[in-house]
């Protein structure tokens, strides 16, 4: 059987199907950082804007919500404990919400890479 390959830099659009799935996911993964911050949660989060970046997503919104991120881990390795302050919150899920209406700009190709990318290096790095 034949396997059709794509022109290398060629972009796939993301079905509707995916955007709905992939945005469900992110909301998600805002949410429970904000209502269970744990680093696990934390960590979720963190992936899936990687994930977006490597993706070639260019948006603010990544820049706000890892500005958001960084300020939680800050305060993790001063305080030792993950929490989530309102102003925070706040700034979590205005970024989820303009990264949303973004999500069917990325290529499905792009994307596919990118979690297998991000996924490795979480890999080697947690070893």
Known sequence: MHKRAFQKGARIPMTAETYSRLALQLRMA???????????TYNQLTKML???????MD??????ANKALSDICDR???????????DEAVRIR?????L??????????????????????CASVGA
């Open 50 to 56: 990687a994930t977006l970046v490597r993706a070639k």
């Open 30 to 40: 805002g949410e429970a950082l904000i209502t269970h911050p744990t680093p696990d």
């Open 76 to 86: 993790f390795e001063e305080e030792g404990r993950i929490y989530v302050t309102d």
């Open 100 to 121: 949303d209406s973004q999500l069917p700009n990325v290529a499905v190709n792009h994307f596919r890479q990118a979690v297998v990318e991000v996924e490795v290096f």
């Open 94 to 98: 205005q970024a989820v919400a303009r």
């Open 59 to 64: 948006s603010p919104a990544i820049d706000d």
